[in-house]
């Protein structure tokens, strides 16, 4: 199980026995299907990379929410009317936007890295590349999202406050 973002995934595997690895040829299914409502997913490059479906195959989760746990998930993270007018110091706030400067600016010369690399190669070559390694366009859309965020919440925090107080 994973979590990013708020976002849950789940999945469930069973190990491929060696005794019937040796019976199965690669054009046989390692799982069998008993149902019309066939949910099996081709595995990614990744994946197969990793040994599935040499090693283990992957089972199909399914489950569903009925109205009251969705309107309960829906509020687990809501903050209060008031949390978006409050104002982080200002030597805080110029600390934190100078750290999500300094890890921009690396990822943004990783990420340039990465596409001089990537110049001339197919998408399967991509793919098998970057197995674990660390996305820098994605961290980098992520923390300048989370600076934008936070300059533009501090900024209208400071006027609100300046015209009422």
Known sequence: MQSVKGKVVIDAFRMISTQNQLMM???TEA???TSNIGFLKKP???ARIHGLDR???SLVIDWRKNDLEEQMLANLHKKDWSHGLKVTKFEEHQKETEKYLDTIAKLTKDYSKKVKEEEGKTLEEIEV???GKIDPKKHLENDVYDLMSNTILQCLGTMINTVVF
């Open 55 to 57: 090693h283990y195959y």
């Open 129 to 131: 590349a970057n197995v």
């Open 25 to 27: 040829t690669m054009t």
């Open 44 to 46: 990614t490059i990744q």
């Open 31 to 33: 799982r069998q299907t």
